[in-house]
């Protein structure tokens, strides 16, 4: 699993599932702002996580412009298999996708 955080002004980007770095200096770590929240996602469907910072804290008074940081890099291979269910389950919760394919001449 990797996980990454932005806690406490420092941004800790896993590179195995016990080592981390700390970065505590650049963007996001010094973009001010009051954030409650944050995700990774995918967000341009290039095959890396981006960031989503959420900031104003649903407050008014505190309203600011969240923050959305594009992972640059070259575009990874993605597969994309929309799962449509049945009449009762149109969402096909639960289905299971096997995908074969061969590389270096090895069935995978």
């Known amino acids: 699993m990797v996980v990454q955080a932005l806690l ?8 195995a599932q016990t080592s981390f770095t700390k970065i505590t200096t650049g963007s996001p770590v010094t973009d001010g702002g009051i954030s409650w929240a944050a995700a990774w ?3 341009n469907n290039d095959g890396f996580l ?3 910072v959420a900031n104003g804290g649903g407050f008014p008074a505190l309203s600011q412009n969240n923050f959305l940081y594009l992972k640059d890099g070259k575009s ?3 597969i994309k298999v929309p799962c449509v ?4 389950n149109r969402s096909a919760i639960g289905a299971k996708v096997r995908v074969k394919t061969t ?6």
């Open 41 to 43: 996602a995918d967000y």
């Open 85 to 88: 269910g049945t009449v009762s």
């Open 50 to 52: 981006d960031l989503i």
């Open 76 to 78: 990874n291979s993605w």
């Open 8 to 15: 406490m002004g420092m941004l800790v980007p896993a590179l």
């Open 103 to 108: 590389i270096g001449g090895s069935s995978i």
